[in-house]
C-alpha cells in the first residue's frame, strides 16, 4: 500500500451548491441528535402538529398541512391520487423536466392530460390557460398542475396570474402547484394567490435532510377530494390524505412510524425562518441570487462564454439559476471546483441539443435555503477560478460584479 498522499487543497467544511437536497444548518444537525422519542408519546405529537403549523403558516395558508414520509415525487402522486380519477382530464403547465416528470406520474395513473409545455427557457403565459378553460365548454378538466420554479431552467411561473385566469373564466378547476424548489425561498402566497394545494418537501428550502414531503390543502380542495366516491379507486390507502387529516389516533397522520428524529429536525428550521421573518427570508434570496446573475453576466461579457439560461429577470427563480458554458464541457470545471475548492455544482438536467454539447454545457447553481455571502461568494469565486483552470474564456471580476450588487442592494434596503 503506498503511503503517498494525495494533495487536495479542499479541507474543511463541504458545501452543497446543487438544487437540492440543500445545506444543513448546524442548529437542524443538533435537534436530530438526541435519542428517538417513544412514537406513542405526547412530544412526538406536540412536534408534529408544530411542524404542520408551521408549513401552513409559512405557506400563508389557513389550509391544512399533510406530512408523508417521502421525497418529492411522492407528494406529486398524493396530489394526484387524491383530487382525480383515471381519465379525469386535467392541465399540465410545464416550464422544464420537473414538470414534465410530473406528467408522466399523471398518466401512469391514468389522468388525461393537456400538456402546455413552453419549453427550458420561458415561463407560461397565462392567456394560454385562459384560452384552454374557454375552450373547455363542459368543464372536463378537473385540475391544472404546474410548477412554480421548475429546478431544471430555472424559470418561475406567475401563480397569481395563473388564478385569475382561471377566475375570468368561471372555471371550477382546482389550482395544484408544485414549489418544491421554492418554498423557504421564494414568496409564496398560498391563500391571497388562490392555489388550492401546494406541494413541498424538507430538503431544499426547508434546510432539513430529504424524507419530508408536504401536502398543504386548503379547505376547498379537502372538500373536493371527499366528493369524489369511489375511494377504492385511490392508488393506495397510503397516500389517502383523509385519515391524516382527520385521524382518529397519532397513528393515521404518519400511516404507520412517525419519522421521528426528522421531524425535530424540520421543526428547528422553521424555528430558524421565523426568527429570521417571512419578508427577510425573501429579500434575502433575491439579493444572493442577484449576486450570481450580475456574476455570470459579468463572466459572459466580452467573448465569455457564460450564458444565464433565463434571459428575462422577471422571469428567474431565486433558488437556482441554470447557466450555459456554450461550446465548453463543464464537467471537468465542476469536478475541480469540487475536488479542489469543496464545492459541489449541479449538473444540467433536460438540455440535450448539440449546441449545448448533450448538456455537458448546463450547469446549475443552487442558492436555496441557508446560505449567505460568503458562502455564496466562495461559489462564484471557485467558479471563476475553475473557468481559469479549464481554458474556458471569460472576463475576469464576475465576483466583484456579484460584490458590488450587493452593497448597492443593501444600500437601497435602509432608505
Ligand atoms: C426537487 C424537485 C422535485 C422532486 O423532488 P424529489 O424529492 O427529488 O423527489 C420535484 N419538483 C421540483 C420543482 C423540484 O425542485
Redesign the pocket.
Known amino acids: 500500500m503506498s503511503t503517498k498522499k494525495i494533495f487536495k487543497l479542499a479541507y474543511g467544511r463541504e458545501h452543497l451548491a446543487i438544487?437540492?437536497p440543500s445545506n444543513i444548518p448546524q442548529r437542524v444537525l443538533q435537534a436530530m441528535n438526541r435519542p428517538a422519542p417513544n412514537i406513542y408519546g405526547k412530544e412526538i405529537e406536540v412536534v408534529t402538529e408544530k411542524v404542520r403549523e408551521g408549513i401552513s403558516k409559512f405557506a400563508n395558508t389557513n389550509g391544512k398541512t399533510v406530512i408523508y414520509v417521502s421525497?418529492?415525487?411522492?407528494v406529486?402522486e398524493a396530489a394526484l391520487a387524491n383530487l382525480f380519477r383515471p381519465s379525469d382530464k386535467v392541465l399540465l403547465c410545464s416550464t422544464g423536466h420537473?414538470g414534465q416528470?410530473?406528467g408522466i406520474i399523471a398518466k401512469r395513473l391514468r389522468l388525461e392530460l393537456t400538456h402546455l409545455d413552453v419549453g427550458f427557457n420561458s415561463i407560461i403565459d397565462p392567456n394560454q390557460i385562459e384560452k384552454i378553460l374557454k375552450n373547455d365548454k363542459s368543464k372536463k378538466i378537473k385540475g391544472i398542475l404546474a410548477?412554480?420554479?421548475?429546478?431544471s431552467s430555472s424559470s418561475r411561473n406567475k401563480i397569481q396570474e395563473f388564478r385569475e385566469a382561471i377566475d375570468v373564466t368561471k372555471h371550477p378547476a382546482i389550482l395544484v402547484v408544485?414549489?418544491?424548489?421554492?418554498f423557504g425561498c421564494e414568496r409564496i402566497e398560498m391563500d391571497p394567490w388562490g392555489v388550492d394545494v401546494l406541494i413541498t418537501?424538507s430538503?431544499?428550502g426547508l434546510m432539513t435532510p430529504?424524507g419530508l414531503?408536504y401536502c398543504i390543502v386548503n379547505e376547498h380542495a379537502q372538500d373536493y377530494s371527499k366528493t369524489l366516491n369511489n375511494k377504492d379507486e385511490i392508488t393506495s390507502p397510503y397516500w389517502d390524505w383523509e385519515p391524516r387529516l382527520n385521524p382518529s389516533r397519532f397513528y393515521d397522520i404518519f400511516s404507520g412510524t412517525a419519522p421521528t428524529n426528522l421531524l425535530f429536525g424540520q421543526l428547528e428550521a422553521l424555528n430558524m425562518l421565523i426568527e429570521e421573518g417571512r419578508e427577510n427570508v425573501f429579500n434575502r434570496h433575491e439579493i444572493l441570487s442577484g449576486m450570481v446573475w450580475a456574476c455570470i453576466d459579468h463572466l459572459g461579457s466580452d467573448g465569455g462564454a457564460l450564458s444565464l439560461n433565463i434571459k428575462n429577470k422577471k422571469h428567474r427563480s431565486n433558488a437556482v439559476t441554470t447557466i450555459f458554458s456554450k461550446g465548453f464541457d463543464f464537467g471537468k470545471v465542476r469536478e475541480w471546483i469540487s475536488e479542489q475548492g469543496g464545492v459541489d455544482l449541479g449538473v444540467g438536467i433536460g438540455f440535450s441539443s448539440r449546441e449545448l454539447l448533450e448538456g455537458r454545457s448546463v450547469f446549475r447553481i443552487g442558492h436555496m435555503g441557508y446560505l449567505n455571502p460568503h458562502m455564496i461568494l466562495g461559489v462564484l469565486s471557485l467558479l471563476e477560478a475553475g473557468l481559469e483552470k479549464e481554458n474556458i474564456p471569460f472576463t475576469p471580476g464576475g465576483v466583484n460584479a456579484a460584490t458590488e450588487l450587493m452593497v448597492k442592494k443593501l444600500r437601497s434596503k435602509k432608505n
Not at 410548477?147 to 429546478?151: A, E, L, P, R
Not at 408544485?178 to 421554492?182: E, G
Open positions: 438544487p437540492g421525497n418529492g415525487h411522492g406529486w420537473f416528470s410530473w410548477v412554480h420554479t421548475d429546478t408544485d414549489a418544491i424548489a421554492s418537501a430538503q431544499k430529504p414531503a
